[in-house]
Protein backbone atom coordinates (compact mmCIF):
# COMPACT_ATOMS: atom_id res chain seq x y z
CA UNK A 1 0.00 0.00 0.00
CA UNK A 2 0.98 3.26 -0.35
CA UNK A 3 -0.10 6.74 1.15
CA UNK A 4 -0.18 10.34 0.69
CA UNK A 5 -0.44 12.84 3.02
CA UNK A 6 -0.83 16.35 2.48
CA UNK A 7 -0.75 19.09 5.54
CA UNK A 8 -0.06 23.03 5.97
CA UNK A 9 -3.12 24.09 4.69
CA UNK A 10 -5.01 27.10 6.01
CA UNK A 11 -6.66 30.45 6.03
CA UNK A 12 -4.42 33.69 5.57
CA UNK A 13 -4.74 37.20 4.73
CA UNK A 14 -3.90 38.45 0.98
CA UNK A 15 -0.01 39.07 0.64
CA UNK A 16 0.91 36.39 3.41
CA UNK A 17 2.36 32.66 2.93
CA UNK A 18 2.07 29.39 3.39
CA UNK A 19 4.06 26.04 3.29
CA UNK A 20 2.44 22.99 2.06
CA UNK A 21 3.97 19.55 2.68
CA UNK A 22 3.59 16.07 0.96
CA UNK A 23 4.77 12.62 2.08
CA UNK A 24 4.49 9.43 0.60
CA UNK A 25 5.07 6.52 2.46
CA UNK A 26 4.02 2.85 2.00
CA UNK A 27 5.57 0.01 0.03
CA UNK A 28 7.65 2.10 -2.77
CA UNK A 29 10.65 1.60 -4.50
CA UNK A 30 10.91 4.76 -6.47
CA UNK A 31 9.35 8.11 -6.97
CA UNK A 32 9.70 9.92 -9.81
CA UNK A 33 7.83 13.29 -10.63
CA UNK A 34 5.76 14.61 -7.43
CA UNK A 35 3.49 17.74 -8.18
CA UNK A 36 0.58 19.68 -6.72
CA UNK A 37 -2.69 20.63 -8.25
CA UNK A 38 -5.60 22.57 -7.02
CA UNK A 39 -9.07 22.90 -7.73
CA UNK A 40 -11.43 26.02 -6.65
CA UNK A 41 -15.31 26.02 -6.48
CA UNK A 42 -16.39 25.47 -10.22
CA UNK A 43 -13.71 24.83 -11.40
CA UNK A 44 -11.76 22.33 -13.12
CA UNK A 45 -8.31 20.69 -11.59
CA UNK A 46 -5.17 22.37 -12.68
CA UNK A 47 -1.76 21.87 -12.17
CA UNK A 48 0.13 24.04 -10.01
CA UNK A 49 3.68 23.12 -9.74
CA UNK A 50 5.88 19.84 -10.80
CA UNK A 51 9.59 18.69 -10.33
CA UNK A 52 11.29 16.01 -11.39
CA UNK A 53 14.89 14.94 -11.63
CA UNK A 54 14.65 16.98 -14.89
CA UNK A 55 13.82 20.22 -13.00
CA UNK A 56 10.59 21.88 -11.98
CA UNK A 57 7.54 23.67 -14.05
CA UNK A 58 4.93 26.01 -12.54
CA UNK A 59 1.59 27.30 -13.83
CA UNK A 60 2.04 30.72 -15.17
CA UNK A 61 -0.40 32.68 -12.69
CA UNK A 62 2.24 31.42 -9.76
CA UNK A 63 5.43 32.01 -11.14
CA UNK A 64 7.85 33.91 -8.62
CA UNK A 65 5.49 33.53 -6.15
CA UNK A 66 5.15 29.81 -5.02
CA UNK A 67 8.08 27.46 -5.18
CA UNK A 68 8.34 23.67 -5.15
CA UNK A 69 11.06 21.73 -3.46
CA UNK A 70 11.67 17.91 -2.85
CA UNK A 71 13.47 15.84 -0.37
CA UNK A 72 14.40 12.30 -1.74
CA UNK A 73 15.45 10.71 1.47
CA UNK A 74 12.04 11.96 3.36
CA UNK A 75 9.47 10.93 0.18
CA UNK A 76 8.48 14.58 0.87
CA UNK A 77 7.52 17.81 -1.91
CA UNK A 78 7.38 21.10 -0.33
CA UNK A 79 5.30 23.87 -2.32
CA UNK A 80 6.09 27.50 -0.57
CA UNK A 81 3.76 29.75 -1.69
CA UNK A 82 4.32 33.54 -0.98
CA UNK A 83 2.69 36.82 -1.99
CA UNK A 84 -1.04 34.55 -1.85
CA UNK A 85 -3.88 36.40 -3.54
CA UNK A 86 -7.72 35.20 -3.59
CA UNK A 87 -7.50 33.76 -6.76
CA UNK A 88 -4.91 30.97 -5.03
CA UNK A 89 -8.08 29.84 -2.67
CA UNK A 90 -8.45 26.05 -3.73
CA UNK A 91 -8.23 23.01 -2.74
CA UNK A 92 -4.79 21.74 -3.01
CA UNK A 93 -3.64 18.19 -3.84
CA UNK A 94 -0.66 16.11 -4.03
CA UNK A 95 0.44 14.23 -7.30
CA UNK A 96 3.02 11.32 -7.43
CA UNK A 97 4.16 9.04 -9.71
CA UNK A 98 5.13 5.96 -8.02
CA UNK A 99 6.77 1.97 -8.66
CA UNK A 100 5.71 -0.13 -5.83
CA UNK A 101 8.50 -2.74 -4.32
CA UNK A 102 7.64 -5.60 -6.22
CA UNK A 103 6.35 -4.06 -9.73
CA UNK A 104 9.88 -1.38 -10.11
CA UNK A 105 9.07 -0.91 -13.20
CA UNK A 106 5.21 -0.55 -13.12
CA UNK A 107 4.15 3.39 -12.59
CA UNK A 108 1.33 4.53 -10.68
CA UNK A 109 0.01 7.83 -9.90
CA UNK A 110 -1.51 8.25 -6.28
CA UNK A 111 -2.83 11.39 -4.79
CA UNK A 112 -3.27 12.92 -1.41
CA UNK A 113 -6.81 13.94 0.16
CA UNK A 114 -6.36 17.51 -0.21
CA UNK A 115 -5.89 20.59 1.89
CA UNK A 116 -7.65 23.60 1.91
CA UNK A 117 -5.81 26.84 1.26
CA UNK A 118 -8.40 30.26 1.46
CA UNK A 119 -7.01 33.36 0.94
CA UNK A 120 -8.97 36.17 2.15
CA UNK A 121 -8.37 39.78 0.70
Known amino acids: QVQVVESGGGLVQAGGSLRLSCTAS????????MGWYRQAPGKQRELVAR??????NYTDSVKGRFTISRDNAKNTVYLQMNSLKPEDTAVYYCNTMIARIGTPKVWATYWGQGTQVTVSS
Open 26 to 33: GSIFSINA
Open 51 to 56: ITSGGT
